[in-house]
T-cell receptor
Framework: DTGVSQDPRHKITKRGQNVTFRCDPI?????LYWYRQTLGQGPEFLTY????????KSRLLSDRFSAERPKGSFSTLEIQRTEQGDSAMYLC??????????FGPGTRLTVL | AQTVTQSQPEMSVQEAETVTLSCTYD???????LFWYKQPPSRQMILVIR??????QNATENRFSVNFQKAAKSFSLKISDSQLGDTAMYFC????????????FGAGTILRVKS
């Protein structure tokens, strides 16, 4: 399978715990995006990487959120001190050019 | 700020018939892309069709076509010969080329194809 993969697919955690999600983009895609989608809504942009450089972060990304893309390959999104409002689907997308984004299956986070 | 509006929360269509999903957007950009994405119940987002704003010709992909009205900032999706597998949430999205092409999505339209 050469599509975008995300791990884990589901994560249940207690409020206050830290969680980390991983995204593996399509090979050789230099652009990588993270989005957050709450139930019944469209995805909202969180952050964008071009290769290993994080070029933009949304105001939605509070100080508790951090994302990395070491060596320009896979990316991780960490949420510290999770809150119930963080419950959502976290989507990763990658692309080789500016007019395409291929999405992964997402990580569904439930904060109890 | 760039916004995308989908005014139809839910739509239904009979199998084999045609349905049109509406989308309007607001942008001050001159060059941008517009997209329709499909998200089936399994929730993996799939690109259905895309349109370059500087191209006047409407994009077509098999049974899917768009009606792009740049002056009206309208971008509707027409699905012909609807199939049960078309049942999904459909999102309209535009990108901001200046900012790494991050996508701005509408709230989505649930499409149900009935047999």
């Amino acid at each position: 399978d050469t599509g975008v993969s995300q791990d884990p697919r589901h994560k249940i955690t207690k409020r206050g715990q830290n969680v980390t999600f991983r995204c593996d983009p399509i090979s050789e895609h230099n652009r990588l995006y993270w989005y957050r989608q709450t139930l019944g809504q469209g995805p909202e942009f969180l952050t964008y990487f071009q290769n290993e450089a994080q070029l933009e972060k949304s105001r939605l990304l509070s100080d508790r959120f951090s994302a990395e893309r070491p060596k320009g390959s896979f990316s991780t999104l960490e949420i510290q001190r999770t809150e119930q409002g963080d419950s959502a689907m976290y989507l990763c997308a990658s692309g080789a050019t500016y007019n395409e984004q291929f999405f992964g299956p997402g990580t569904r986070l439930t904060v109890l | 700020a760039q916004t995308v509006t989908q005014s139809q929360p839910e739509m239904s269509v009979q199998e084999a018939e045609t349905v049109t999903l509406s989308c309007t957007y607001d942008t001050s950009e001159n060059n941008y892309y517009l997209f329709w994405y499909k998200q089936p119940p399994s929730r993996q987002m799939i690109l259905v069709i895309r349109q370059e704003a500087y191209k006047q010709q409407n994009a077509t992909e098999n049974r899917f076509s768009v009606n792009f009205q740049k002056a009206a900032k309208s971008f509707s999706l027409k699905i012909s010969d609807s199939q049960l597998g078309d049942t999904a949430m459909y999102f309209c999205a535009s990108d901001l080329m200046e900012y790494g092409n991050k996508l701005v999505f509408g709230a989505g339209t649930i499409l149900r194809v009935k047999s």
